[in-house]
């Protein structure tokens, strides 16, 4: 709750997002009453979270692979080349605006409702 009062919904307001929609895994602290409540009260659209669902994470249909994609068969001789290397790639996506998952969700989110949770491609 600490999260959705005190980053979140500012953050809701200063970007002025009028409809956000929310997308929550079924853990606990997500499906707890205060939460449903705040984002009642907010007028905040939930979208129901198929279970195992692992097709609805942005950053696994689209994130994960475009990060790991420019380092394949790369061999790195400590972790902090590694470190050097992957913060590029995330830096230079996210200058090119290239992580488009999370605009994509709404609409991969009916896709795996209509297949009743079950993988899509």
Same mark, same amino acid.
């Given at each position: 709750?600490?999260?959705?009062?005190?980053?979140?919904?500012?953050?809701?307001?200063?970007?002025?997002?009028?409809?956000?929609?929310?997308?929550?895994?079924?853990?606990?602290?997500?499906?707890?009453?205060?939460?449903?409540?705040?984002?009642?009260?907010?007028?905040?659209?939930?979208?129901?979270?198929?279970?195992?669902?692992?097709?609805?994470?942005?950053?696994?249909?689209?994130?994960?692979?475009? #990060?790991?994609?420019? /380092? =394949?068969?790369?061999? $790195?001789?400590?972790?902090?080349? &590694?470190?050097?290397?992957? +913060?590029? @790639? #995330?830096?230079?996506? /996210? =200058?090119?605006?290239? $992580?488009?998952?999370?605009?994509? &969700?709404?609409?991969?989110? +009916?896709? @795996?409702?209509?297949?009743?949770?079950?993988?899509?491609?």
């Amino acid at each position: 709750m600490d999260f959705l009062d005190r980053v979140l919904h500012p953050q809701v307001i200063k970007r002025r997002i009028h409809n956000p929609l929310i997308l929550q895994d079924n853990a606990g602290p997500h499906r707890h009453h205060d939460v449903k409540s705040f984002f009642t009260r907010h007028r905040w659209v939930v979208m129901e979270h198929p279970p195992y669902s692992p097709d609805l994470s942005p950053p696994d249909f689209d994130g994960f692979s475009r #990060i790991k994609r420019p /380092n =394949k068969g790369t061999r $790195f001789n400590n972790f902090g080349q &590694l470190k050097s290397s992957y +913060e590029c @790639v #995330i830096n230079e996506l /996210n =200058k090119k605006n290239e $992580f488009t998952g999370i605009d994509d &969700l709404p609409e991969r989110w +009916e896709s @795996v409702v209509q297949a009743l949770g079950d993988y899509i491609e």
